[in-house]
């Protein structure tokens, strides 16, 4: 695979400024209380979902969580079924029925995102074993965040996945908090998931899951070693939502206070979107230019999507209850 080139920064950059700018968007559209879904956007979070998907082939299957739509979109995902999706509408990405927190884009990769706590890690180790099983050398991505690492079914999935050295790279994104419950209140203190993994005997790194130059080059280094039959890896990275845990809004806004505003302000200082914009900027590899254009380009993506969405019907009731198991 292609080191860090400047066209790998480049793309890198694209995707997170894209991501960023959907996210907001639809949450200001949130707002209007049309999209009657909810909704976990995932602002701050956008370098974990670029970095890991930019790193995959196009035979990799990539699986989610709640907070799913960056890695919808990263891994192909087309905007305007997120959108309609969001709206209820029959052109979703799963025909106006599974709502922001199950999307799907089967022929991109992006099997499934679920709401179920650490249920597609399991799943992510069954698409493993299928590909050890065809000889498809094919690496299966699990998207999850650090409460899971609280579930049972993540270590029956890490042990499972050790003893077989299935190819199955275990993404975890450590924004520090499980709805409103600090890792203070979950986890002992000097808790390092790494170590967790590790007592597997799984390769586990921690990176900084805002800088997308870093989360691309540790996903590149673990999908080779998988591809390569080194067994599963385990990536922890350390990001954080700006927004509430589902909605639209600050924390601050609603007059939540487990988490400060002060606390809030350092993360958005460590913005990944601006510290990709940045070190190209200081690297002369974009200009002001093309980050216009680039701009440009993004929002009116955003408005021909919102625009289709809102146009598409709704579900038919007759369909009600197909697909229903």
């Known amino acids: 695979m292609d080191a860090l080139t400047p066209d790998v920064k480049r793309r890198l950059y694209r995707s997170v400024f894209r991501l960023r700018r959907i996210e907001e ?22 370098a974990v979902a670029s970095g890991v998907c930019e790193a995959l ?48 884009a089967r ?43 609280e579930e049972g079914v993540f270590y029956e999935s890490l042990n499972y996945a050790a003893i077989n050295r299935l190819p199955v790279l275990f993404v975890c994104e450590n924004n520090l908090y ?28 921690q990176v900084d899951g805002n800088d997308v130059f870093e989360v691309w080059n540790a996903a590149r280094h673990a999908v080779d070693s998988i591809r390569s039959g080194g067994g599963p890896v385990f990536l922890e990275c350390m990001t954080y939502r700006w927004l509430e845990h589902v909605g639209p809004k600050f924390d601050h806004e609603a007059g939540r206070s487990y988490r400060s505003r002060e606390e809030l302000d350092h993360w958005i200082a460590r913005c990944p979107v601006r510290h990709a914009r940045e070190r190209l900027l200081a690297e002369g590899l ?23 969405a809102r146009d598409s019907a709704w579900p038919d009731a007759a369909d009600l209850f197909e697909n229903v198991h």
């Not at 650490?118 to 299966?140: E, I, K, N, W, Y």
């Not at 390092?192 to 590790?198: F, G, M, V």
């Open 25 to 46: 968007r639809l949450a200001d559209l949130y707002r209007e209380q049309t999209m009657r879904t909810p909704a976990h956007f995932g602002v701050g979070q956008e």
């Open 286 to 308: 974009v200009s002001k230019a093309e980050l216009d254009a680039w701009s440009d380009a993004v929002e009116q993506e955003i408005d021909d999507a919102v625009a289709t």
């Open 107 to 149: 022929d991109q990769g992006f099997i499934v995102s679920s709401a179920i706590l650490g249920q597609t890690v399991a799943v992510a180790c069954g698409s493993a074993l299928a590909f050890r099983m065809d000889g498809v050398p094919g690496v299966a991505v699990s998207f999850f965040g650090e409460a899971t690492c």
């Open 178 to 205: 499980s709805t409103e419950s600090p890792l203070s209140v979950r986890q002992p203190a000097g808790t390092a998931l790494t170590d967790r993994a590790a007592a597997f005997k799984v390769e586990a790194h």
């Open 57 to 104: 082939g196009a035979r990799d299957v990539v699986y989610s969580h709640h907070r799913c739509h960056n890695h919808y979109l990263a891994r192909g995902g087309k905007l305007a079924g997120l959108a309609a999706e969001l709206y209820g509408r029959i052109d979703g990405c799963a025909r106006g029925r599974g709502g922001s927190v199950h999307l799907t």
